[in-house]
């Protein structure tokens, strides 16, 4: 008995239909005239005139080129959406360690294509968190220094160049923003690259008296209000959500045992996505999990994973 059997056909249903809501268009070259072509192991292919290529609707999703069935990936996705590791959820779907970390990557690399960056508006909270930088998985010969022991805290007081910044803001419709901005501390200039165009005009943001806030703000002539650090609230303005958002995160990210940098925006992505979708009913949540991995272009190869970069904002 299939757990998910009644799920794969309006999977692959929703992912057309997001896939071609603006016309039938080719992945490999963008030309809009395609034909059917039959369908093979279920799934149907398409044949573009202009290429001559043919593909499917998962072609360069996340789970292109899997051999596993779309079952499988249902129940990687259940486990990813219980925040289990990667050995945990490779025992549960039945596939191997390395398989789990590129499953979940993929999925990741989509999920984040799907979702963007987003927007908020109205009364919106932003603050930052610091990770220690991490190189781990990153071979001896390449890594620009020292390793640190597992756990161990990085020495400067403060922020150093050691930490890497994670940028945040919520607004009070739950819309939520978050990202890996810089290594060590942000100036008003990276607040700018991530926030111009995504925080609504007539906003009124809330944070704490940092001052790289107070020249953004004003660039952006956005209306600012400033807790003191120490002061929690003025009225309606205040900044718990955002504080209990850092708190939560940093307890999430606490089963993965210190993240790559050059992960952590994926991992920023996946937390982002259980804030957004988190109560929804579990059938519903895995297989919006699913459809969005599937929908993107964005498949990855290994070999990119090796080659990866931290993706600074
Ligand atoms: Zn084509």
């Given at each position: 008995m299939l757990l998910f059997g009644s799920h794969v056909g309006t999977i692959s249903q929703e992912v057309m239909e997001f896939r071609f809501s603006k016309g039938k268009v080719c992945p490999?070259?963008?030309?809009?005239s395609i034909s059917r072509n039959g369908k093979y192991n279920g799934k149907q292919r398409y044949l573009c005139k202009a290429c001559k290529r043919s593909f499917s609707?998962?072609?360069?999703?996340?789970?292109?080129?899997?051999?596993?069935s779309l079952e499988k990936w249902l129940k990687y996705a259940k486990c990813m959406i219980a925040g289990y590791t990667i050995r945990k959820s490779a025992e549960i779907v039945g596939i191997n360690i390395a398989t789990s970390f590129f499953w979940r990557h993929k999925i990741l690399n989509c999920l984040k294509s799907f979702n963007g960056i987003g927007h908020v508006d109205g009364v919106v909270e932003a603050d930052e968190v610091f990770f220690a930088e991490s190189f781990k998985g990153t071979k001896p010969s390449k890594m620009p220094r020292k390793s640190r022991?597992?756990?161990?805290?990085?020495?400067?007081?403060?922020?150093?160049?050691?930490q890497v910044c994670v940028a945040t803001a919520i607004d009070r419709q739950g819309n939520l923003i978050m990202e890996l901005l810089c290594k060590g501390r942000m100036t008003s200039n990276d607040l700018k690259k991530l926030y111009d165009g995504r925080i609504g005009k007539s906003s009124i943001l809330c944070t704490d008296s940092h001052k790289s806030y107070n020249k953004f703000a004003r660039d952006l002539s956005l209306d600012h209000k400033r807790i003191p650090s120490g002061k929690h609230k003025e009225g309606v303005y205040h900044i718990q959500h955002i504080n209990s958002i850092h708190s939560k995160l940093k307890r999430w990210m606490r089963v993965f045992n210190g993240v790559s940098t050059k992960y952590l925006s994926s991992y920023m992505c996946w937390f982002k996505w259980m804030e957004l979708?988190?109560?929804?009913k579990d059938t519903i949540k895995i297989r919006n999990f699913i459809v969005q991995s599937c929908v993107p272009h964005a498949y990855t190869k290994v070999s990119d994973f090796k080659t990866r970069v931290p993706a600074f904002i």
């Amino acid at each position: 008995m299939l757990l998910f059997g009644s799920h794969v056909g309006t999977i692959s249903q929703e992912v057309m239909e997001f896939r071609f809501s603006k016309g039938k268009v080719c992945p490999h070259c963008a030309a809009e005239s395609i034909s059917r072509n039959g369908k093979y192991n279920g799934k149907q292919r398409y044949l573009c005139k202009a290429c001559k290529r043919s593909f499917s609707d998962f072609t360069n999703s996340a789970i292109y080129k899997s051999r596993s069935s779309l079952e499988k990936w249902l129940k990687y996705a259940k486990c990813m959406i219980a925040g289990y590791t990667i050995r945990k959820s490779a025992e549960i779907v039945g596939i191997n360690i390395a398989t789990s970390f590129f499953w979940r990557h993929k999925i990741l690399n989509c999920l984040k294509s799907f979702n963007g960056i987003g927007h908020v508006d109205g009364v919106v909270e932003a603050d930052e968190v610091f990770f220690a930088e991490s190189f781990k998985g990153t071979k001896p010969s390449k890594m620009p220094r020292k390793s640190r022991h597992r756990g161990a805290q990085v020495k400067l007081r403060g922020i150093s160049h050691e930490q890497v910044c994670v940028a945040t803001a919520i607004d009070r419709q739950g819309n939520l923003i978050m990202e890996l901005l810089c290594k060590g501390r942000m100036t008003s200039n990276d607040l700018k690259k991530l926030y111009d165009g995504r925080i609504g005009k007539s906003s009124i943001l809330c944070t704490d008296s940092h001052k790289s806030y107070n020249k953004f703000a004003r660039d952006l002539s956005l209306d600012h209000k400033r807790i003191p650090s120490g002061k929690h609230k003025e009225g309606v303005y205040h900044i718990q959500h955002i504080n209990s958002i850092h708190s939560k995160l940093k307890r999430w990210m606490r089963v993965f045992n210190g993240v790559s940098t050059k992960y952590l925006s994926s991992y920023m992505c996946w937390f982002k996505w259980m804030e957004l979708f988190g109560s929804d009913k579990d059938t519903i949540k895995i297989r919006n999990f699913i459809v969005q991995s599937c929908v993107p272009h964005a498949y990855t190869k290994v070999s990119d994973f090796k080659t990866r970069v931290p993706a600074f904002i």
